[in-house]
């Protein structure tokens, strides 16, 4: 099981080195459980740092598929290794909202980032609308399929389904809902698939208890140590 805290655009150098030597204490003990956490690109060395040692790995948000080049703004997978980084995120929803990332570009960039020996967690998952009109089975089959197509199964690979209407929103799928699209995914590929979407500490134990979920993608609930270490010490005790 693994639980992974998405910090989105919070938490400067100061304040993600803090937190890190926070959570590093507050975890000591708990076994069974894969933590992760994915600051900021301009924090990530100072939590690194801070989790020299820890059994904590320190995620990315997002990489890109080239060596160098002239790409403004990205940052490749090289780059994230010389800092000690593990892995990243790739795909998340509002990079694809927000960003004009496409199936085609998340699964370069898992590709790429898989190849340089980094970890990925992509990222899957329905819109509100899509849900409505009863698409969500075809697309978190489209979405997972353009990442099998350029991956395949590997250790490195885990998915994440985040139904994009449950992202910050305070409305979770249910654990219905979540089991039943991760078993489409697992159809497709089958390497481990978090879930991710209002995930708290009072609902993790459920969400995290079917069949088909191995580990939930943190956002909110990831920014507060009491709140994190909670959900990781959920997820150990179920694991
Ligand atoms: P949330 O975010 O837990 O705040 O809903 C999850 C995510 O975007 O990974």
Redesign the pocket.
């Known amino acids: 099981m693994l639980i992974a805290g998405?910090w989105?655009m919070f938490k400067g150098p100061a304040e993600a080195e803090a937190f890190a030597v926070e959570l590093r204490g507050r975890l000591e003990g708990v076994s069974g459980v894969d933590v992760a956490v994915c600051p900021p690109y301009t924090s990530l060395a100072a939590v690194v740092q801070a989790l020299d040692r820890s059994e904590i790995a320190v995620y990315a948000q997002n990489v890109h598929w080239a060596g160098d080049g002239a790409y403004t703004g990205e940052v490749s997978p090289a780059m994230l290794l010389e800092l000690g980084v593990a892995g990243s995120i790739v795909g998340?929803?509002?990079r694809r909202q927000l960003f004009g990332e496409t199936d085609e570009t998340t699964a370069q960039r898992a590709a790429a980032a898989l190849a340089a020996g980094l970890r990925v967690i992509a990222c899957v998952g329905e819109t509100e609308s899509e849900r409505e009109a009863g698409e969500t089975e075809a697309v978190v089959r489209r979405q997972t399929e353009a990442i099998r197509d350029a991956v395949g199964t590997h250790d490195g690979l885990t998915l994440?389904y985040?139904p994009v209407w449950?992202?910050?929103?305070g409305k979770t799928a249910t654990p219905a809902m979540a089991q039943d699209a991760h078993a489409t995914i697992r159809s497709v590929l089958d390497v481990p698939i978090l879930y991710?979407?209002?995930?708290k500490a009072d609902n993790a134990a459920e969400l995290c208890g079917q069949p088909d979920v191995d580990g939930a993608?943190?956002?909110?609930?990831s920014l507060f140590v009491d709140s994190f270490a909670s959900i990781c010490e959920t997820a150990a005790r179920i694991s």
């Open positions: 998405n989105k998340h929803s509002e994440a985040e449950a992202i910050g929103t991710g979407g209002s995930v993608l943190v956002g909110g609930a």
